[in-house]
């Protein structure tokens, strides 16, 4: 039985579909840019953990977070960093740092999260810290924020 079928990728036939660009604008910054960026901001999360400074690095790398193709190895940056201070945070302090964020901060953070669980073995985090960030982020900014990540077609 001839299964290469399920092979053929049927949209390219299809006029109706929808493609990314048609959902969004494509992150108009240069891929290199987005990367430069994106350890620059790692380093100066790094600063602002050492003085213990939790809100601001979480403004810092939440600011501008990359997205789109092309940006792989920024996402990935971007990702460790903000796992990194999720990790280094008393779970005493989360909600005074999350109160800090503007609303779009929030579902980037949620977005940020969410790809947190969606790592095999969630990675080298703790699954009570992202569930723990998740509940108070939850209580700070509402169901609308969840609603909000799961429907933006911008994959952090």
């Not at 990314?20 to 350890?39: C, F, H, M, T, W």
């Not at 796992?83 to 302090?93: A, F, H, P, V």
């Not at 998740?134 to 077609?153: F, P, Q, S």
Request: net charge negative; charged share 25%; glycine share 8%.
């Amino acid at each position: 039985m001839d299964i290469n079928f399920r092979k053929i990728d049927i949209d390219v036939y299809d006029e109706d579909a929808i493609h990314e660009s048609e959902i969004y604008e494509a992150d108009p910054r240069d891929p290199g840019q987005v990367l430069n960026e994106a350890k620059q901001k790692q380093s100066g999360v790094r600063a602002l953990l050492a003085r213990n400074d939790v809100a601001g690095a979480l403004k810092t790398v939440l600011e501008g977070a990359p997205f789109g193709p092309g940006a792989d190895e920024a996402k990935s940056i971007t990702l460790q960093t903000l796992l990194t201070i999720l990790n280094s945070t008393k779970s005493t302090d989360i909600s005074g740092a999350i109160k800090q964020l503007t609303q779009d901060d929030h579902d980037t953070l949620m977005k940020y999260l969410y790809k947190g669980m969606a790592m095999p073995g969630w990675g080298d985090i703790s699954g009570s810290v992202l569930l723990g960030w998740h509940e108070k982020l939850t209580e700070i900014a509402g169901t609308g924020c969840i609603v909000r990540t799961m429907t933006d077609r911008r994959i952090v």
